[in-house]
């Protein structure tokens, strides 16, 4: 069965059963039928209570078999400990999909989890898709449909809206649908997966990427166990442009396996999701009112495509304020063009015109020189979304009419234009603003940053994701690399490295420098020696022949010394590397999500000022040039102090090598370090001077 | 007449006249009148307008002259042409305070600045105090004076209460008083200085910062003109542990003189306001609601004096968000003693007890069990704050009132500790809690954030302000000075440098250099050359005598070359510095608030990632350890790579004494730069190597 056909079901069943319904409409195992009756659920109704003949005015059946028909879903309302009996219940009865509210599970510890591992076994072997347990539930208010018993329908039923909810956590979930309700968003869709013995956040985002009737989709994760299945229900969402707003909390370090590696040590899944939300475009938020706020602007289902923001106020202070919130969300107060401000001045001799434009009060005197000024704004400003701040006007009972037809009047030739008010209203005053389309915001900042999400969203829909599959590489085996094994093989994957030659004798290494010419560095190569200078392992300005035939002997005599076990390849001899600027690009490999590639400058920047920033492996160059100029220290590849511009390109060309290598070996390899990663001027190249590369099977063995 | 009596009157008027009043009460100069008239005022209230015997209601005066007794305060609404006249007429009437409502002044141009210039030397001379021009005014709900036509309190009139709002927009204090109104929170006083001819923000809030019963005060700044003033309003509200919450907008470069500095150009007028902030203790909202919510919990009146945070809630979902938030704002959500987490296992066997405490939505069922566990978290848990989280619960009305009376159970024995909610609920639930001593909040972020901050002011208000008056040094002239000349001045004032000797021929450099020990540094030494490095001004590890006397020549030669004109006092042989951490410091002129000093690592540190503090001068040890600590870099001043841990102690001392010599000569030095400073290893000190003194007049010139 599909995840598309069983969540179907799950979400629009016609026929549903409660096992264990309670006649008492506030009990845990009564809310649900006094949800599905106050909600009107537009399908049949099967309380099962041994104990009962009615139930909440509903015939009762005493068992599951008796119920006529295989209800659709079936709600597992009933303890832990006869969950298991139920679910074979179920089975045997040939129901396909059924919920299990019920704790006591994995979250409880180790017999917890082995009930609900059996559960899960018996329900896939029986084809019954489960959702829970530990959950409260799911629920379609379109169909009237409450598969929940959250304590938050207590005062209120949703309505349906274009929202879709996912979260793991059902009282997070419920918080956040009551919070709708109160902001005026209706819900479509809600589901919360608890702990995911079967359908989990990835497969219900997936389901709700794909629903026409979702304009926006909110989620609660605190982890992700099917990585692939994630990213794909991330991809699709992106694909067809539908918004997710991600509250995704909890910060674990990855694993102690992977810190073993220097690169792995400064990512943790955090960073990881970090980057896997940038790559697919999903806003995420830090706050659930942010959260709201980003969800809230998306169901106006209008992303503004260029970032310059037009502000209309009746106060210069706010204006201040509004363009100090624009430049740390990212937006662009942009002024509005010379002509269009003759014009605003005409109009208003007291206005400030150039963007923030500041009527000062004087245009409620007359609302039509308003609406005048908002219709210049939005035709010559080049602005695709307009933030106006009214403060208290709006809920003067007198003005308030007079203000929404102002406005109205003046976006009146603007549908695709994206509206905002900060305001303090009443919910009616508020409620009046938005049904004629327009945003409504308290606090100016948040409209700001709602805003310049929208804006985000647009930019990303419009890119195409840089994701593509990469086929599974040559294994490399489980035995340790030595440098020079590892050059090789990245070497043969397009990174760039010095033309360096591997020598096992003095006059070899005499003849080697003699080709690459003056000065030469020389290297020992074992692959039993992981950090060469730590035992003197590495000759620098080696300046000529005599001293390279004597270094080749110093060389294997320290590594002797040092590791008499070690297996000595030979000496590695390669030119002096070129000045450029020095950057570290690592590959760690998340349980979760697979192989990241991690970029930063040398140095202190990366491990003292942590100025990393990752991506999932593979992406593409326009995903890799989002990275690098992701760095705070950003300036240094643009030539600071005099120095030339660094090879930008070549850079990211190396990124995306490395990335579609990684993603190639996302089996057989831990972790590479390429460090440092030389970026040379423009032009001139970018060029790895060390290469780590530790296969998988020799850090688990 | 001081400023504390004068803004007495203007706040606690027992008479008041308003020149062109108006019998239309929605008229800008009718809303005063029918402000202080429902607003209650308990004094004599003067309509002046000669074209009416009665303005709404009350007796009208033809003229200032006529009305009975001398006025306490004076509003002037007449129009902008017809203010001057009003203001001879309140001082020909002897009266002492005066509010200007009308526009039209600085901020529109040229004239207006004239003539508003010529009111306040017409004010001044006449012993008449005036708030404004441009303002919204003046009220004080205690005694129901409002001298203000503000719209805001049109539909309801403010409380009396624990706030007062001093604002340089008349519209933002406006806004922010509607919004305290809406969340409860009384005003005592609220005023709006607008373009400040002569009461402005500094006066207000010095008056403010010593009135009882004022427990917070909100501000909105966006520029201040008496920075020695404001700094001592900041200090006397620090040592009556007033806590200001501060909404500092707009982003002005400091001017085209000061960057003429390389310190300088890296300052600006709004790093000077964030370091003047952490001085004081203040707290800067960067929003609108950010600055409601700080004041709102301010109010309590309660300062947790530890920076530890108790949690409990009725979800795990819920902890993790808030632990995630109180990370983000420096909170310590630290784990229960092991003895207490026993106890309270035994309580609720399902809980998570090791804080954030969840008791699952079992504790609902036995509100007692609730009440035990806060019980328990507050004696045992050595919290000075608890956050409770309980979503929409409390708007369920069955399990309101429990919900709050376990909680006040659990809190009777802890009236000290500061009891915060995140919770959905109306207006009338929200007020009941509130009623109980508890602050509420909505979303849990605001709650943590607010709560951080009011753990910053407990901890700021028992630091004494590290300031101390410092008396003018001995002048230093308006030449520029020498390397030399600088250090010498530095030098005295504890400043440490290396053992330098300056030599005017070549055989005294070889005497110096054979006296310092070899390898030597030589630096050309002139007042007209500040960038040696760029002439090829300095030899570095000169290693023999004869390197030494063939370096002055060379020294000599390339100033002649570059700067024939340059007066050469000589060439300056030092001993090469030992290795140490690289920093910078520098001071800086601000137009408004004098010295301030600068400090960074060295290199890119400053120059491209803009790691970089500010402290205004003079300042102590304590502030001096508090810089050093906010770089992102500091770490590198730990020993990183197994460097040695840096003096710190030694860098903090420097600073200190930097800051002490730029408060003595904050009259004729416009810019200091020490770079780099080397921070030797601990217990070795600092050391400067290169120092550049800019005389103020040196730059005005």
Redesign the interface.
């Known amino acids: 069965m599909t995840a598309a056909s069983s969540l179907d079901t799950l979400f629009r069943p016609r026929s549903v059963a409660i096992l264990g319904a309670s006649d008492d409409p506030n009990r845990i195992s009564g809310r649900p039928v006094r949800y599905l009756l106050e909600g009107g659920f537009k399908g049949d109704i099967y309380p099962v209570n041994p104990n009962r003949q009615t139930v909440q005015g509903l015939k009762s059946y005493p068992s599951l078999g008796t119920v006529p028909g295989v209800p659709d879903v079936v709600l597992i309302a009933v303890p832990a400990a006869l969950t298991e009996a139920s679910v074979v219940e179920c089975i045997e009865k040939g129901v396909t999909g059924a919920v299990i509210f019920s704790?006591g599970y994995a979250e409880?510890g180790e017999d917890g989890l082995k009930m609900q591992q059996r559960i899960g076994d018996i329900a896939r072997a029986g084809g019954l898709r489960l959702l829970g347990p530990n959950c409260l539930g799911i629920f379609n208010p379109q169909i009237g449909f409450y598969g929940t018993f959250t304590?938050?329908l207590?005062?209120e039923m949703p309505k349906p809206g274009p929202l879709g909810i996912v979260?793991?956590?059902?009282?997070?979930g419920?918080?956040i649908a009551?919070?709708a309700r109160?902001r005026g968003l209706g819900i479509n869709y809600w589901i919360t997966t608890g702990n995911e013995v079967d359908v989990d956040v990835s497969e219900s985002l997936e389901w709700m990427a794909v629903q026409p009737d979702i304009k926006v989709i909110m989620a609660?994760v605190?982890g992700v166990r099917d990585g692939e299945r994630f990213r794909r229900a991330l991809e699709l969402a992106h694909n067809n442009r539908k918004p997710i707003v991600m509250?995704k909390?909890?910060?674990s370090e990855v694993g102690a396996k992977a810190a073993s590696s220097h690169t792995a040590s400064l990512a943790g899944s955090d960073a990881i999701y970090d980057a896997l939300f940038k790559q697919y475009g999903v806003h995420r938020a830090?706050?659930?009112?942010e959260q709201l706020d980003v969800a809230y602007a998306c169901a106006r289902g209008i992303f503004p495509k260029n970032n310059k923001l037009g502000v209309v106020t009746?106060?210069?202070?706010?204006g201040?304020?509004i363009?100090?919130?624009a430049?740390?969300h990212g937006l662009d107060v942009a002024p509005m063009p010379a002509a269009a401000q003759v014009k605003l001045k005409a109009l208003l001799p007291?206005a400030s015109v150039e963007n923030p434009v500041d009527t000062?009060?004087q245009a409620l005197n007359d609302m039509s020189l308003l609406a005048k000024n908002i219709e210049v704004i939005l035709d010559e400003g080049g602005y695709d979304a307009l933030l106006g701040f009214f403060?208290?006007?709006p809920?003067?009972?007198t003005l308030s009419g007079p203000l929404k037809k102002a406005i109205e009047d003046g976006c009146a030739r603007f549908p695709d234009r994206l509206i905002a008010l900060s305001m303090?209203g009443d919910e009616d005053v508020v409620q009046a603003y938005e049904a004629s389309g327009m945003l409504v915001f308290?606090?100016?900042?948040?409209a700001v940053l709602a805003l310049a999400a929208l804006t985000r969203f647009a930019t990303a829909f419009d890119l195409a994701i840089d994701v593509e599959a990469i086929a599974a590489g040559v294994p490399i085996g489980d035995a340790p690399l030595s440098e020079f094994a590892a050059k090789a093989l990245l070497g043969a994957a397009g990174i760039p490295f010095l033309s360096e030659r591997l020598v096992s004798h003095a006059a070899a290494a005499g003849d080697a420098a003699d080709a690459i010419g003056y000065p030469v560095v020389m290297k020992i190569v074992s692959p039993d020696i992981e950090h060469k200078t730590e035992i003197g392992g590495v000759l620098i300005a080696v300046t000529q022949r005599d001293d390279v035939i004597a270094g080749f002997a110093t060389l294997i005599a320290r590594a002797n010394q040092h590791r008499p076990d070690a297996h000595i390849e030979g000496v590695l001899v390669a030119p002096m590397a070129k000045k450029g600027v020095e950057t570290i690009i690592g590959v760690s490999r998340d349980p979760v999500f697979g192989p990241a590639v991690m970029f930063g400058l040398g140095g202190?920047h990366v491990?003292?000022?942590k100025?990393v920033t990752f991506r999932l492996a593979p992406f593409g160059l326009e995903e890799a040039h989002r990275m690098i100029n992701e760095i705070?220290?950003r300036?240094?590849l643009s030539g600071?102090?005099g120095a030339a511009a660094s090879d930008i390109d070549a850079l990211a060309q190396l990124l995306v090598d490395i990335s579609r290598f990684a993603a190639a070996h996302r089996d057989d390899i831990e972790t590479i370090d390429l460090n440092p990663v030389l970026v040379l001027a423009a032009g001139e190249g970018a060029v790895a001077l060390d290469a780590l590369v530790v296969p998988r099977a020799a850090v688990s063995s």
Chains 1, 2 share one sequence.
């Not at 009746?314 to 706010?318: E, F, K, N, V």
Request: net charge negative.
């Open positions: 704790a409880s304590q938050s207590d005062r979260s793991q956590s059902g009282a997070y419920s918080h009551y919070l109160r609660y605190e509250m909390v909890g910060r830090v706050t659930t009112e009746l106060s210069g202070g706010a201040v304020v363009s100090d919130a430049e740390r007291f000062t009060a403060s208290t006007v809920n003067t009972r303090v308290e606090d100016s900042d948040r202190v491990e003292v000022l100025d705070r220290g300036a240094l600071v102090r």
